[in-house]
C-alpha cells in the first residue's frame, strides 16, 4: 500500500514530466484539491512549504492557499483573539503562533549576565545566586540578586530580527504578553520595580507599563510573585520591546540582601491562549 500511494502521489501534478516507464500517451490523473489538501493536512508544515509546494504548480497553490493554513490553524486550536481581525497571511499567523517562544534571553541567570544590559550596578553589584524557595518551575535554579544600592538592567528585543515583521505587527497587533518573578529574603526588607516598553523603529516610547515600585517589610515569607501585563490595540508602529526590572535591599546591608528576579518573558501572543 505504501509504495502505491507513492507512486499515486508522483502521477499527481498535471504539469509534471512522464517517467522512463511511462509514456507520453498515457493520461496522468491529478489528485483531487480536496485530498491533495487532506493529504498535505496530515504532513508536518514544514515539509509542506519546503519540499510539496516545490514539486509542481498544483502542489504548490494547494501549498500556498490561504484556505489550507486556516484549516490548519483551526485543527491544531489556533483561534483568533479577536473575529473581526483576520490576518491576511494565515500561514504566517499559523507559524508564528506554532512558534510562540520567550524572547528574553537567558530569563534565568544561567548563562551568567549574557544577553543583559546593566543599567545601575550600586551597592556591591547584581550576583548570581541559587534559589533560596524553590520555585513553581522546576527549570528555576538560579536568580539575578540585587545589592542595598539600586541594581536594574534590560534587554531591548528586535521584533523584526525575531520573525515578527512589521505589516503583521501593524495590521494584527498580537498581544504581546510580559511577565516576571521576583521575591525578597526573609530578614531583609527590599524594593522591586519593573518597566516595560513598546517602542517604535526610533526607539521612542509608543505605550508603556510601570507599575508602583513594591516593596517587602523585613521578616516576611520570601516566596516567589510573579508580575504579569499583556499589551493590547496598541496601534501601529511596534518595532522593539524594551524590558527593564531591578531593586535593592532597604536596610542597607552590605552584600546581596535585595529583591531577587528570574524567569522573565516577554511573548508575542497572535492566537488565543488554549
Known amino acids: 500500500m505504501k509504495r502505491r500511494h507513492s507512486v499515486m502521489m508522483g502521477t499527481a501534478c498535471s504539469d509534471s514530466s512522464p517517467s522512463p516507464n511511462q509514456s507520453s500517451s498515457e493520461p496522468v490523473i491529478p489528485l483531487q484539491l480536496d485530498i491533495l489538501e487532506e493529504i498535505f493536512l496530515n504532513l508536518p508544515p514544514q ?3 519546503c519540499v510539496c ?4 504548480r498544483q502542489w504548490k497553490d494547494v501549498a500556498d492557499s490561504e484556505s489550507f493554513w486556516r484549516e490548519r490553524c483551526r485543527r491544531e486550536g489556533y483561534q483568533l483573539r479577536d473575529p473581526s481581525k483576520v490576518p491576511s497571511n494565515w500561514r504566517l499567523f499559523y507559524f508564528l503562533s506554532k512558534k510562540r517562544r520567550n524572547l528574553i534571553k537567558n530569563p534565568r541567570a544561567e548563562d551568567e549576565f549574557q544577553g543583559w544590559r546593566i543599567l545601575k550596578n550600586g551597592g556591591n553589584k547584581w550576583k548570581i545566586e541559587g534559589s533560596m524557595v524553590k520555585h513553581s518551575n522546576p527549570a528555576v535554579q538560579k536568580n539575578f540578586v540585587t545589592s542595598y544600592g539600586w541594581c536594574t538592567k534590560e534587554q531591548v528585543i528586535n521584533l523584526m530580527e525575531e520573525g515578527y515583521n512589521p505589516s503583521f ?3 494584527f497587533q498580537p498581544h504581546i504578553r510580559i511577565s516576571d518573578w521576583y521575591a525578597p529574603r526573609w530578614d531583609c526588607g527590599s524594593i522591586y520595580k519593573i518597566c516595560v516598553q513598546l517602542l517604535n523603529h526610533k526607539q521612542d516610547i509608543l505605550q508603556e507599563f510601570r507599575p508602583e515600585p513594591i516593596s ?3 521578616w516576611n515569607d520570601q516566596q516567589w510573585n510573579q508580575m504579569v501585563h ?11 520591546v524594551r524590558f527593564t526590572h531591578g531593586g535593592k535591599d532597604t ?3 552590605a552584600g546581596w540582601y535585595g529583591i531577587r528576579v528570574t524567569e522573565s518573558c516577554v511573548e508575542v501572543c497572535p ?3 488554549n
Open 47 to 49: 515539509h509542506v512549504v
Open 53 to 56: 509546494r516545490l514539486v509542481c
Open 169 to 171: 505587527m501593524d495590521e
Open 251 to 253: 536596610q542597607f546591608w
Open 230 to 240: 499583556v499589551f493590547k490595540d496598541y496601534g501601529p508602529g511596534v518595532r522593539y
Open 271 to 273: 492566537a488565543l491562549d
Open 216 to 218: 517587602f517589610p523585613q
